[in-house]
T-cell receptor
Framework: NAGVTQTPKFRVLKTGQSMTLLCAQD?????MYWYRQDPGMGLRLIHY???????AKGEVPDGYNVSRLKKQNFLLGLESAAPSQTSVYFC????????????FGSGTRLTVV | AQSVTQPDIHITVSEGASLELRCNYS??????LFWYVQSPGQGLQLLLK??????LVQGIKGFEAEFKRSQSSFNLRKPSVHWSDAAEYFCAVGAEDSSYKLIFGSGTRLLVRP
């Protein structure tokens, strides 16, 4: 089925380890986003991309890096994981010029111990 | 700066009762407004959206929302709640810049009594 696929779905990391979360969309969307969800705080934007080869910082970018080498993929990296990065991560994509086709992935639950 | 406030962290209603979830936004121009629902362990599903035009918008699952510019509100309503509506509900506003990012409220968790 067409949509946004996130891998992995669950992961436990030790403090200081690194990992990459993959977001893949098959809808040819230009815009892609990474959000984190924490209890009582809603979803907060980490980084986003408005097209292949472009990335920009969102509300809470510290400790994360991203890459958009291919239009369909948006990678979120944690270079040195910290317990504060324990969260549920959601990827979303959207076609320009507006918000009509915003689609979310099913999330990645990350625990840093 | 744009922001969204959902003043109720939890709401409990009886099955069959009516529901209203509150959402207030801060925005300079005509906003793009959304309501999403998240069932436990699931991603976000769009319930409805407002871009312009009729201020009362209909969504899926029998939900509706009314845009009131004078009150900066976009409250979600349902006339009769079903047990399956128990979930977390998020209001969001679209950013005023070219990023088309969404700015979310903190969410309201709905509990449904049998």
């Amino acid at each position: 089925n067409a949509g946004v696929t996130q891998t992995p779905k669950f992961r436990v990391l030790k403090t200081g380890q690194s990992m990459t979360l993959l977001c893949a969309q098959d809808m040819n969307h230009e815009y892609m986003y990474w959000y984190r969800q924490d209890p009582g705080m809603g979803l907060r934007l980490i980084h986003y991309s408005v097209g292949e080869g472009t990335t920009a910082k969102g509300e809470v970018p510290d400790g994360y890096n991203v890459s958009r080498l291919k239009k369909q993929n948006f990678l979120l990296g944690l270079e040195s994981a910290a317990p504060s990065q324990t969260s549920v991560y959601f990827c979303a994509s959207s076609p320009p010029p507006g918000f009509g086709g915003y689609t979310f992935g099913s999330g990645t639950r990350l625990t840093v111990v | 700066a744009q922001s969204v406030t959902q003043p109720d962290i939890h709401i409990t209603v009886s099955e069959g009762a009516s529901l209203e979830l509150r959402c207030n936004y801060s925005y300079g121009a005509t906003p793009y407004l959304f309501w999403y629902v998240q069932s436990p362990g699931q991603g976000l599903q769009l319930l409805l959206k407002y871009f312009s035009g009729d201020t009362l918008v209909q969504g899926i699952k029998g939900f509706e929302a009314e845009f009131k510019r004078s009150q900066s509100s976009f409250n979600l309503r349902k006339p009769s709640v079903h047990w399956s509506d128990a979930a977390e509900y998020f209001c969001a506003v679209g950013a005023e810049d070219s990023s088309y990012k969404l700015i979310f409220g903190s969410g309201t968790r709905l509990l449904v009594r049998p």
